[in-house]
């Protein structure tokens, strides 16, 4: 069983659409839980973090985290072209200082 | 915010050589780096932990001897891909806390890509 599970995708919707990305995780002691997007051909960039169960807003993106379902997922509100990336979910386990990363999933924004 | 830099940003190779891939932290201090590998649409997989003044901790599967990584300072550590063949063919990451930080502040480099021929 991976560690950290994504759709791969790929995820379209249209441009002003609701974008929703899903993760699970199989490790019970992991504590941090973070969404990356990464373009093609580049290194990743931090979209959000979440340490604790509920929601947390940041702007357009709203990440959601439920421990004891030990899911995690990311919504983009209001989505663009420009949002068209690959999203990773990676997890924190424990006293590790490493990520350990989904295979991510790759969203289309159409205009 | 913080900056990693890697260097080269992309090398090409003939099979046998060795390449040496260069990860800096240019604004902070960074005791641990992590270097990741990343396949063609596959995520990032994590290789090695780096730690300055001491030897890296490799994942399972990963060789030492193939990869070696020196960490001699704060700001820098390297990769070097020894006997490249093109199954090492990736795209290389390199990621650093800052030392003293939360472990979660994580930067990554901007990444380097190999091409063995």
């Known amino acids: 069983q991976k560690e950290v599970e994504q759709n791969s995708g790929p995820l379209s919707v249209p441009e002003g659409a609701i974008a929703s990305l899903n993760c699970t995780y199989s490790d019970r002691g992991s504590q941090s839980f973070f969404w990356y997007r990464q373009y093609s051909g580049k290194s990743p960039e931090l979209i959000m973090s979440?340490?604790?169960?509920g929601d947390k807003e940041d702007g357009r993106f709203t990440a959601q985290l439920n421990k004891a379902s030990q899911y995690v997922s990311l919504l983009i509100r209001d989505s663009q072209p420009s949002d068209s990336a690959t999203y990773l979910c990676?997890?924190?386990?424990?006293?590790?200082?490493?990520?350990?990363f989904g295979s991510g999933t790759q969203l289309t924004v159409l205009p | 915010g913080a900056v990693v830099s890697q260097h080269p940003s992309w090398v090409i190779c003939k099979s046998g050589t060795s390449v040496k891939i260069e990860c800096r932290s240019l604004?902070?201090?960074?005791?641990?780096m992590f270097w990741y590998r990343q396949f063609p649409k596959q995520s990032l997989m994590l290789m090695a932990t780096s730690n300055e003044g001491s030897k890296a901790t490799y994942e399972q599967g990963v060789e030492k001897d193939k990869f070696l990584i020196n960490h001699a300072s704060l700001t820098l550590s390297t990769l070097t891909v020894t006997s490249a063949h093109p199954e090492d063919s990736s795209f290389y990451i390199c990621?650093?806390?800052?030392?003293?930080?939360?472990?979660?502040?994580?930067?990554f480099g901007p990444g380097t890509r190999l091409t063995v021929l």
């Open positions: 979440i340490y604790s169960n």
């Open positions: 604004d902070f201090q960074a005791t641990t």
């Open positions: 990621s650093a806390p800052i030392s003293g930080g939360a472990p979660d502040t994580q930067y």
């Open positions: 990676a997890v924190r386990t424990g006293s590790a200082r490493q990520l350990t």
